[in-house]
């Protein structure tokens, strides 16, 4: 079920298989920092909400360099209200500036103490099989 969307983003919450699925629908070209984070506000809301145990991001057309102070305030303010998820999985962009900052921002301290690994693909249905394997 769809529990969010604005410009940028849809966010769903699939009870049944304990899914949130975080899909930018838009390459965020005209995205301000406040927007990502309210994005990652909403984000961190519904797993407070709904506790996931998995996490599918797709970023896959998302043109929007995280900044690293961003990535780090993500670390602190975001990560831990998220420990529920066992499981995440990154649909990343061709844009390789994008696809990094994605990266840098799961590799924070704050981040990778908390989580196993996430894993990173080009395509969502490889990454839907990994989540649910």
Not at 33 to 46: G, P, S, W
Not at 83 to 100: G, I, N
Request: aromatic share 16%.
């Amino acid at each position: 079920m769809k529990i969010y969307e604005n410009p940028f983003i849809h966010l769903f919450y699939y009870a049944e298989t304990g899914l949130i699925h975080f899909y930018y629908y838009n390459d965020g070209a005209s995205m301000e920092e406040e927007d990502f984070k309210t994005n990652m506000r909403v984000y961190a809301d519904a797993v407070e909400q709904y506790l996931p145990d998995k996490l599918l991001v797709d970023t896959s057309i998302l043109a929007y360099t995280i900044p690293v102070e961003v990535q780090e305030w993500v670390a602190k303010e975001i990560a831990p209200r998220t420990t529920c998820l066992k499981r995440m999985a990154f649909v990343v962009a061709d844009d390789v500036f994008s696809q990094v900052s994605v990266e840098q921002m799961m590799e924070e301290d704050e981040i990778a103490q908390n989580y196993d690994a996430p894993r990173y693909f080009n395509d969502p249905e490889e990454a839907k099989k990994w989540l649910f394997s």
